[in-house]
């Protein structure tokens, strides 16, 4: 039952892939968060700071999910600043096991969040279960030949299911036993590409197939399609951390902030609709 008690949860990206599930769960559980995005019911936009204030009016949690771009870290830095000054008390931030694993300058916006003075908590995922049907670097496959062609080698993913994420957000941005607390999720087994195409492909009875190449490959094929070389450069170096099985690891950080075993990546493939899902990205 919702209350004058009733916190108030504000969701980034609350239109998007882990946003929209945050959202939902959030709502499953009787609240009201406001979706926010640039064209969502709440506007948010990272590059228009006059749309912060206004968003986190009245906020008590905040789900980030920061801009993706080289100045990620300092506009979290700022936003939680602003946060602060609204009197936000807790922020959740969507980060990545792979920036964890890689380290770099995207660890910034986990140190932005930390430095806040607002409780935090991080959650680092591994790739997603529904990258094969919602990134579309991924989903092409369900299309004509049926080939899913990546750097990745023989290496394995722990891939997450989305809902779990969604579940350990929820639990977060609701209850004060998360705060200070990084959780690293994944699924409930590793995978190679090959063995997650063929289980698509059992359950979906179509013909697909992994095919390994390698990085210059990649980088041809996928420029060839139309996308830009910024994402073409980027995305290697990504894949080469599956290759390399740095995200390969089962981790209980499900378990640890839900007190159950993650979903199994066959969940995901048992009760997604293939034709609907790769209609929604073509």
């Given amino acids: 039952m919702i209350t004058d008690n009733t916190p108030r949860i504000l969701v980034l990206g609350g239109t998007g892939k882990s946003g929209s599930r945050v959202a939902t769960a959030l709502r499953r559980g009787g609240l009201s968060p406001a979706v926010a995005s640039r064209r969502g019911p709440v506007r948010f936009d990272w590059a228009d700071r006059s749309t912060w204030k206004p968003a986190l009016d009245g906020v008590d949690a905040v789900y980030v999910v920061d801009s993706q771009g080289p100045d990620a870290p300092a506009k979290v830095r700022d936003f939680a600043g602003a946060a602060a000054r609204a009197g936000v008390r807790?922020?959740?931030?969507?980060?990545?096991?792979?920036?964890?694993?890689?380290?770099?300058?995207?660890?910034?916006?986990?140190?932005?969040?930390?430095?806040?003075?607002?409780?935090?908590?991080?959650?680092?995922?591994?790739?997603?279960?529904?990258?094969?049907?919602?990134?579309?670097?991924?989903a092409s496959p369900l299309d004509a030949p049926g080939e899913l062609r990546l750097p990745t080698g023989e290496g394995r993913e722990a891939f997450v299911d989305l809902e779990d994420l969604a579940d350990v957000a929820v639990a977060a941005l609701t209850e004060d036993a998360h705060a200070g607390r990084t959780y690293v999720l994944s699924g409930a087994r590793s995978l190679g590409f090959g063995e997650a195409v063929a289980e698509i492909a059992r359950a979906t009875g179509r013909p697909l197939r992994?095919?390994?190449?390698?990085?210059?490959?990649?980088?041809?094929?996928?420029?060839?399609?139309?996308?830009?070389?910024?994402?073409?450069?980027?995305?290697?170096?990504?894949?080469?951390?599956?290759?390399?099985?740095r995200g390969a690891t089962v981790t209980d950080g499900v378990r640890e902030a839900l007190g159950r075993a993650p979903r199994d990546f066959a969940e995901y493939v048992a009760r997604t609709d293939f034709d609907a899902a790769r209609a929604s990205v073509s």
């Fill in 210 to 245: 992994f095919v390994p190449v390698s990085e210059d490959a990649y980088r041809a094929e996928f420029t060839a399609r139309g996308y830009p070389d910024a994402v073409a450069d980027e995305l290697p170096a990504m894949y080469r951390h599956i290759r390399e099985e």
């Fill in 90 to 138: 807790r922020l959740v931030l969507l980060s990545a096991r792979i920036w964890g694993e890689l380290g770099g300058g995207r660890l910034a916006t986990e140190q932005a969040v930390r430095a806040s003075g607002r409780e935090w908590t991080i959650l680092r995922p591994t790739w997603f279960a529904q990258d094969f049907t919602e990134l579309e670097s991924l």
